[in-house]
C-alpha cells in the first residue's frame, strides 16, 4: 500500500454478488473486516466480472466518477484491483486505492507489483 502511496488496502471474498471484507489495511478506518456489500456497489466490481487487473486514477481520460455509481459516497480518486482465482475460478479481490489524487496514472511496475502480491496471495490461500 505505501509503495503505491495509497491509504486503503482490501481483500474481499466475493460469493454469489456479496463483496466481504476478509483483511482491510485503512489509514482512515472506512471499512473494517467483516463488513459485505453488493458486489455491485464495490469499486471491485468490474475487476471481478472482467477477471482482470483495472488500475484508474484521476488523471487518466477516464476518471472514476464516470465509471462508478459509488463516487458519490465514496469519492476515490485512484483505484487499482486485481482478481484472486483459486482452482481457476474467481474467488476474491484485492485491491488498493485512496480518495487522494496521484499525480500520474500507475506505472507498468506498479501494476505488475500488484499482480505479484495477488499471486502470492493466491499460493497461500491455495496451500492453507
Excluded at 27 to 44: D, H, P, Q, T
Aim: charged residues 20%.
Amino acid at each position: 500500500m505505501r509503495d503505491l502511496s495509497l491509504t486503503l488496502g482490501v481483500l474481499a471474498r466475493i460469493e454469489n454478488d456479496t463483496y466481504e471484507i476478509i483483511a482491510v489495511q485503512s489509514n482512515s478506518g472506512a471499512y473494517v473486516r467483516g463488513e459485505k456489500y453488493a458486489l455491485g456497489n464495490s469499486y471491485s466490481r468490474e475487476v471481478f466480472e472482467q477477471q482482470q487487473t483495472i488500475a484508474v486514477t484521476s488523471q487518466d481520460n477516464s476518471p472514476l466518477e464516470l465509471h462508478h455509481p459509488l463516487y458519490r459516497s465514496l469519492p476515490l480518486e485512484c483505484y487499482i484491483g486485481v482478481p484472486i482465482l483459486l482452482h481457476g475460478k474467481p474467488w476474491a479481490c484485492m485491491d488498493f486505492s485512496s480518495m487522494a489524487q496521484r499525480d500520474e496514472p500507475f506505472s507498468s511496475e506498479e501494476i505488475e507489483l500488484v499482480e505479484s502480491l495477488a499471486k502470492e496471495l493466491t499460493q497461500i490461500i491455495a496451500e492453507g
